[in-house]
């Protein structure tokens, strides 16, 4: 099983980034993932959840509104957009593949800066 994630990526405030996370080694459909976030210095963060099977999704309360999960079955590949960064957003972002409830799989993680 491996998750493997897009690269570092710099944005300018207000605009938007998307992060992905490919996954391999099993059927994509039958486990969520998870987001999260780790900001500078910081532990990490739960973002939310998405179900590849039918696009369901849940979003911790900070984020809603502010983040977007997808997930494209036929590349077996999450995404995580988030839209009008702010500098706040600058962190590292892993995906993670929830086994009922616990991570047994992670991405290795996306920095993402946000600096203008």
């Known amino acids: 099983v491996q998750l493997v994630q897009s690269g570092a990526e710099l944005r300018n405030p207000g605009t938007s980034v998307k992060v992905s996370c490919k996954a391999s080694?099993?059927?994509?459909?039958?486990?969520?993932i998870d987001w999260v976030r780790q900001a500078p210095g910081q532990g990490l963060e739960w973002m939310g959840r998405i179900d590849p099977e039918d696009g369901g999704t849940k979003y911790a309360q900070k984020f809603q509104g502010r983040v977007t999960f997808t997930a494209d079955t036929s590349a077996s590949t999450a995404y995580v957009e988030l839209s009008s960064v702010r500098s706040e957003g600058t962190g590292v972002y892993y995906c993670?593949?929830?086994?009922?409830?616990?991570?047994?799989?992670w991405g290795k993680g996306t920095l993402v800066t946000v600096s203008s």
């Open positions: 080694g099993y059927t994509f459909t039958k486990y969520y």
């Open positions: 993670a593949r929830n086994n009922r409830g616990w991570y047994d799989y």
